[in-house]
């Protein structure tokens, strides 16, 4: 008999803390459900706005179905609120090439007091709705042959402008080789002309004789 009624103190006093303590830590969301047309291998965001409506200080876990894990990023995904305090998550889905049509998930907030491991009353499920099409691929390949088209276009021009360079440097190279080698030959007739006897001094000499 004594052991059924501390059972039963047990118990009442249990369902007095999770009532306070469920009081203390509140959550609220907007919006209260979300819907993503997205294409696949295109990221779509949309904001999530977790508000604190408790009467204390709470933690905040922001996540999604284990299924749909690598689909999503969530930014943040752990966070503190006071009293009356939101915080905007940003939710991104980048759905596989594999994937197509429509989905639906949940994603979960929850709530608890720090360096709590209860929660108690504080946990809202969203509704997730995703409408898929593969039309993304045709976006990204041709998104894709524009940048190699882009590629190609820009690495001929390079390749012209190099080609013409080199004949530019080769026609200076020849320029100024012509010009060495003219000013050689003038150099060299000039020292010849220095060299050369005045004719007046061979007359002279001729007469001497």
């Known amino acids: 008999m004594f052991r059924k009624s501390s059972i039963l103190i047990l118990y009442v006093i249990l369902c007095f803390y999770s009532i306070a303590y469920a009081s203390a830590v509140g959550v609220g969301v907007s919006p209260a459900n979300m819907t993503f047309d997205a294409h696949v291998g295109i990221t779509n965001e949309q ?3 977790v508000i ?3 009467s204390g200080i709470s933690d905040y876990r922001v996540y999604v179905d284990d299924q749909f894990v690598e689909w999503f990023t969530i930014s943040p995904n752990n966070f503190t609120l006071d009293p009356g305090e939101h915080k905007e998550v940003i939710i991104g889905l980048k759905a596989p090439i594999s994937a197509n049509g429509n989905y639906d998930l949940k994603a979960y907030v929850i709530a608890s007091a720090p360096s709590s491991d209860f929660e108690v009353g504080s946990g809202i499920k969203i509704p997730v709705d995703i409408k898929l099409s593969n039309d993304g691929l045709f976006f990204a390949s041709g998104a894709l042959a ?4 882009g590629t190609i276009v820009t690495g001929s021009r390079w390749n012209k402008n190099r080609i013409q360079n080199r ?29 050369s006897p005045d004719m007046d001094e061979i007359t002279d000499d001729t007469n001497d004789k």
């Open 47 to 49: 904001s999530l706005f």
């Open 52 to 54: 604190n409506d408790g």
């Open 146 to 149: 524009i940048i190699l088209i």
């Open 167 to 195: 004949k530019n440097v080769t026609t200076d190279e020849k320029i100024i080789a012509d010009e060495l080698v003219t000013s050689s030959i003038i150099e060299e007739i000039h020292g010849r002309s220095d060299k």
